[in-house]
Every structure is written in structure tokens, then in C-alpha cells.
């Protein structure tokens, strides 16, 4: 086990970044496709064919999945990943012809401090595509792909991930890109909201304070400039609608690990997939087992995603935890 969402079968992650820029686009490859559904939570969000994620939609696999920086631009990240997935024959087939579906959510990072004047078109379906290119089991945590540009209230934010294996043998994973606006520490000592779920000191180990501290309400930031968008996957065979209430019960991880959450500044999304290879024999409480276990690596992947992020190196750059705290 990596602690990646990797650890899924079926699943690989790629980023494609620009320091220049300072931004970038995580794409999420499945080796073969994955039924899928989503829960959006925040009050700003930014997506790319979500409508076809519903239930009762027609199609219910995805053959990837594109989390990018560049605000709404960011959504172009989807097409450089669909032109890569088509370019190795994936597809839903429509006669003759493959249409790779794939999904996406964008954050807001306009503000990261980099060099946004890209001209008449953005960078990102070429960061996408780069992004789909490089997906494989192993990937950066922190100022990576879709969360290079990414802060939260107080602290650089960035890529995190977490996987977990249930007791009776699915594996589950998570994958988040953290540009909240709210906290995921609480207190002055750089304690983590997600404490109680963390394994094997994989972000620092802090604990909760001795002392009960006041928690902050605090804010950054203006409308739909932030977001929270994260798939969680695991290898059990799930329906469309199961999916979709493992998204909903993924969710509560936003919740265990951010605070304030679900805001009308946020666009928190999270997406939902199974890759199948194993049977779920009991489709209630195993269903149930899995969301939980979904919201925990979730709160966890988030802490990791700003443990683990390096400040940028521009003016009025907000410190990383490391740079704050100490490793």
C-alpha cells in the first residue's frame, strides 16, 4: 500500500504543472472504465459533464478524470485529457465512433501569484493532456498538478491523497486538490482538524491541542475563488446510484478536515468511482463500510495535501505547514 489512491486498482494519476504559471492540471486515468457518479456540496462550482454523472443518465462509465487550476479556464484541462484517452482508442462507442468521457472540476488559483497572461488560449488542454501522459501508480503530494496554485485560509494549500483497505478486503482511495476557504488546522500549533483519522504520522503527527483553542471562522477570498474537488475510488462493483451515495458519504471527509466547509465561496465537489473488480455482497451495509471508510481517507488526503505543500516563491506567498510549524 502507497497511501495513494493508486493503491485502487485500476486507477493512475498524472500531473502536468507550471511554476511560471503556477497552476497546473491532475489527471485521473482509469485502465479500463469506471462507473461513476458526484456530490457538489459548495456554493460556486466550476464542472465539466456533470449532467451525464446523475443516475439516471444514460451513460454510467468514465474513462478519466480532470482536476485543474485555472478557474473556469481550467475546464479545457478535460479536452487534453479526452484527446489523449482517444488517442489510445478508449471511448463510449457510438458506431464507429470512441468518445472518451471524462469528467472534470476546476478550483480557482487566478490570484497563486504566477504569470496568468497566456494570450488567446489558456495552457490548460495541453496541461491536461501532458498531465494524462504522465499517469501512473506513483505521483507528487503538495504543490502538484491541480494543487500548485492552491491555499487555503492561512496556509499554502496543494495535492493530497490516502487509501485504506476495509475489513472485508475492498480497497478504498482519495485523491484531493485543497484550495479551501476555510482552515484545515485549528489553533495556533498547527493541529490538524483530521487528527483523529490519521495513520502512521502521515501528517506530522501533531495530535489534537492539549488545550481546546477557538476555532476560526476566518475566510479568504471572494466568490467561487477557492474549492475543494477530490475523487474517491475503490475496486468493489458498484451501480451508478451506489456510486453516487458513496460521493455523498465521501463528502463528510470536506467536513472532518475543513472548517468552515460547503461555503458560498467554496465549489467543493467530490466525484465518486468504482473500478469493479470486486463484488460487493452486501449492498447496504458493505455500501455503508465504504463511505465511511471514502470520508476518512478523504479528511485525511486533505490534511496530507497541505502537510505536504511547498510555499510558492512569490511576493505575499502564503508559508506552507512545514515552513510554520517544522516538519
Request: aromatic letters at 8%; proline letters at 5%.
Amino acid at each position: 500500500m502507497r497511501n495513494l489512491i493508486t493503491d485502487v486498482a485500476g486507477v493512475l494519476v498524472g500531473h502536468a504543472d507550471d511554476a511560471k504559471l503556477a497552476s497546473g492540471t491532475t489527471a485521473i486515468i482509469f485502465e479500463e472504465p469506471a462507473v461513476a457518479s458526484a456530490d457538489i456540496r459548495g456554493g460556486g462550482p466550476g464542472t465539466r459533464e456533470l449532467d451525464l454523472l446523475d443516475p439516471v443518465a444514460t451513460v454510467d462509465r468514465i474513462d478519466g478524470l480532470a482536476l485543474s487550476g485555472g478557474s473556469a479556464f481550467g475546464l479545457d484541462a478535460g479536452a487534453g485529457v479526452q484527446a489523449w484517452l482517444a488517442e489510445q482508442g478508449r471511448g463510449f462507442a457510438v458506431g464507429t465512433a470512441n468518445i472518451p468521457i471524462v469528467p472534470g472540476a476546476i478550483l480557482f488559483d487566478l490570484h497563486s501569484g504566477g504569470d496568468k497572461n497566456w494570450g488567446r488560449f489558456p495552457p490548460y488542454r495541453d496541461l491536461g493532456y501532458a498531465a494524462a501522459q504522465k499517469a501512473g501508480k506513483d505521483f507528487k503530494l503538495g504543490t502538484a498538478g491541480a494543487g500548485y496554485g492552491a491555499k487555503t485560509q492561512n496556509l499554502k494549500g496543494g495535492i493530497g491523497s490516502a487509501s485504506a483497505m476495509s475489513p472485508d478486503g475492498f480497497t478504498v482511495g482519495a485523491v484531493v486538490a485543497v484550495n479551501a476557504a476555510g482552515r484545515v488546522t485549528l489553533g495556533e500549533e498547527g493541529n490538524f482538524f483530521a487528527a483523529a483519522f490519521e495513520q502512521n504520522n502521515e501528517f506530522g503527527g501533531r495530535g489534537f491541542p492539549k488545550q481546546q483553542p477557538n476555532i476560526s471562522t476566518a475566510l479568504k477570498g471572494d466568490l467561487r475563488q477557492n474549492t475543494t474537488i477530490a475523487l474517491v475510488a475503490t475496486d468493489a462493483a458498484l451501480t451508478k446510484a451506489q456510486a453516487k451515495r458513496l460521493a455523498v458519504m465521501a463528502g463528510a471527509g470536506f467536513a472532518m478536515a475543513i472548517h468552515p466547509v460547503f461555503t458560498p465561496l467554496d465549489g467543493d465537489a467530490v466525484f465518486a468511482a468504482a473500478t469493479g473488480r470486486k463484488k460487493l455482497d452486501d449492498p447496504i451495509h458493505g455500501l455503508a463500510r465504504l463511505g465511511a471508510i471514502a470520508a476518512q481517507c478523504l479528511a485525511r488526503a486533505i490534511a496530507r495535501g497541505v502537510y505536504e505543500a511547498a510555499a510558492l516563491k512569490f511576493p505575499g506567498s502564503l508559508p506552507s505547514w512545514k515552513d510554520k510549524y517544522g516538519a
